[in-house]
């Protein structure tokens, strides 16, 4: 990592686990495979924040909750993002190598290493949420289509518009830095 840090993907330790390195990984990693219309990609980082906010609205998600939120696809900071699909197809040994990430970046950050299941679920629904809403306004699906893939939200976050408008990756590294910074004053 650039931080120097070395982290080994097989057995991966909170030790080696820095904010800086996810934000800067994140901010590079493109949802949808690049395939989303802008003058920038839409970064992982970019989509964290929206799955945040999304979770934001729920007034009984607690700082904590929030930060899981923000880092629920941290492990794409070294693994990459991978259309669901393809994940399905690399099946469990991708998502044990996943999990294993996600739990020492948790710790790291003074998470439990697996969430309870309610803001699991809680956050599964915002991230569905957010794909509904990337789909639909940058990555070319119509309305039906992403209602079959992803169901339709029954909410529109406020600034919505400005969540979705890619972002070089210095800004959107930068907006995750500052989130982060924000939720962990709060803890």
């Given amino acids: 990592m650039l931080s120097g840090r070395r982290l080994d993907l097989l057995d991966p330790s909170p030790l080696d686990v820095e904010i800086e390195d996810i ?8 949802r949808w495979n690049g395939q989303t219309q802008g003058p920038h ?4 980082a970019q989509h964290s924040l929206l799955v945040e906010a999304i979770v934001a609205r729920d007034l009984g998600v607690q700082p904590r909750g929030l930060m899981f939120a923000l880092l629920h696809d941290a492990p794409e900071y070294v693994i990459g ?4 699909p393809f994940k399905a197809v690399i099946g469990d040994s991708y998502k044990q190598v996943e999990s294993r990430i996600l739990s020492a970046i948790l710790v790291r950050f003074g998470l439990p290493a697996r969430p309870a299941a309610a803001l699991a679920a809680c956050v599964k629904k915002a991230d569905r949420a957010a794909a509904y809403f ?4 940058l990555a070319g699906f119509e309305l039906a289509e ?7 939200p029954d909410f529109r976050p406020r600034d919505l518009d400005a969540m979705l408008a890619p972002v070089s990756s210095a800004e959107a590294e930068q907006r995750f ?3 982060y910074a924000a939720l962990a004053k709060e803890m």
């Fill in 23 to 30: 934000a800067h990984g994140l901010a590079r990693v493109a």
């Fill in 41 to 44: 990609i839409f970064s992982v």
């Fill in 81 to 84: 993002d991978m259309i669901s």
């Fill in 134 to 137: 990337e789909a639909t306004a």
């Fill in 146 to 152: 992403a209602h079959r893939f992803f169901g339709r």
């Fill in 177 to 179: 830095l500052a989130r």
